[in-house]
């Protein structure tokens, strides 16, 4: 409850950063260095207990984010999911890109899992701090 970090499953995760770049109006903020120490962070699943994964998350924020691969897990550290939505990018601002008919077929064809409560209530919270 003090660190005040999010911890997502995968999909929830790109959907809540594509969803919120996708809306953001403000100019984008100065590209960000990260520091490598943080590479060194030893931070441990709530769910399985074992060590996440911690590497340079490759998208836009330049961040250092934690995963565990075991639980579909992304954890992230208070202010990154802000450095995410506020770094650069050619997708800040720009309406996320809509299916197809068919490709909605496709997804009810293969039975599109729904969100859980949970997943929906993180999205939630979430637009409720970038409106």
Aim: with cysteine; glycine share 6%; net charge positive.
């Amino acid at each position: 409850p003090q660190c005040q970090g999010l911890m997502f499953n995968r999909t929830t995760f790109r959907e809540a950063t594509e969803t919120r770049r996708s809306k953001v109006k403000t100019p984008p903020e100065p590209f960000n260095t990260f520091d490598p120490v943080e590479l060194e962070r030893k931070t441990i699943c709530p769910v399985c207990t074992k060590q996440m994964a911690t590497f340079q998350y490759m998208g836009p924020g330049n961040i250092v984010i934690d995963t565990c691969h075991g639980d579909d897990l992304i954890w992230l550290d208070y202010g990154e999911i802000t450095k995410i939505v506020n770094a650069p990018g050619r997708d800040r601002g720009a309406p996320r890109k809509k299916q197809t008919d068919e490709g909605q077929e496709n997804k009810k064809k293969k039975g599109k899992k729904r969100r859980s409560v949970i997943d929906q209530s993180m999205i939630d919270l979430l637009e409720s701090f970038f409106k």
